[in-house]
């Protein structure tokens, strides 16, 4: 089945043909990832300095997010000023993830957030959700409410469609792998001493450096992702609308569990547009068991 089809049998109306322009312009970003490799001297909300394909990737998807007339903000990594529009949706992007990988040629993202409300809010205004995965195919990995299902890009002669190839994706209840960013000597006590305990279980180290690389394999399965608390960064580094809320939106509509190490991510109140939390998500269990470790911690 077609993107387009199943999108009108299962999506409204505003969600699809949003839906429908970020897929395409994200085969123009990866079509152009090799031609936008350099290094700018700017530097994005967060402080880090801006890739070109940063800022090329975020005005691509700006402008084909704004031409569908469905959001009235796109709110993005990359800016520190939504981009506004005529539409009553917000979405929160983050339109190139692991962009420090590029030159590695690990898989590459984009994240993005559809919020029924102006930003920033809370997870749970979420009506959707989708990232896209740059990586061995291109792929994009969506949810509105109603499970998780994953399309894949197909050339068929001059024409480049999205063909569904998973539909209700789970996380496998057998955690297999894990993947935990930054530096092990940063970690919080806690998360050092459960990630002992994950290699003691027989789980194996599975991590790319790129937050949707590293999250598809757990996806697929089974086990956790972190990105925590360190002792440099107590808010850890992944943006909350543009990251681990859109995120943990997927991963808990795929039956798994999402924390910032106290409470469910989707209850995050930002208090600022790249505000930031730790990320932990993947199998419920394992990371209920390691938010019950951190919550004891405090
Ligand atoms: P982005 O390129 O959008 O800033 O995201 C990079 C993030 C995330 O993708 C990944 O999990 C994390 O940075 C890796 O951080 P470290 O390089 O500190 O491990
Ligand atoms: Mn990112
Ligand atoms: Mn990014």
Known sequence: MKLDEFLRLNVRDDLARLTTAISQAGLTVWENIPLQSGVLTAVNPSGETQKAIDVYSNDEFTEAILATGTVAEVASEETAEPATGKGSLSVGMDPLDGSSNVETNNPLGSIFGVYSRKLPCSGRNLLGALYLTYGSMVT????????????VALRQGPETSFELMGIDLKIPERPEVYGVGGSRKDWIPPVRGFVDSLE????????????????????????????PQLTSKPRGKLRVLYETAPMAFINEQAGGYASDGRRNILD????????TSP?????????????ALVSKAD
């Open 140 to 151: 994009l990995t969506l949810s509105f409410g109603k499970g998780v299902h994953r399309f």
């Open 200 to 227: 003691e279980r027989g789980l194996r180290t599975r991590y790319c450096g790129t937050f949707v690389g590293d999250y598809n394999q757990v996806l697929a399965r089974g086990g956790m992702f972190a990105y």
């Open 268 to 275: 995050i109140e930002p208090d600022a547009l790249s505000g």
């Open 279 to 291: 990320a932990y998500m993947g199998s419920a269990s394992l990371v209920r068991e390691l938010e």
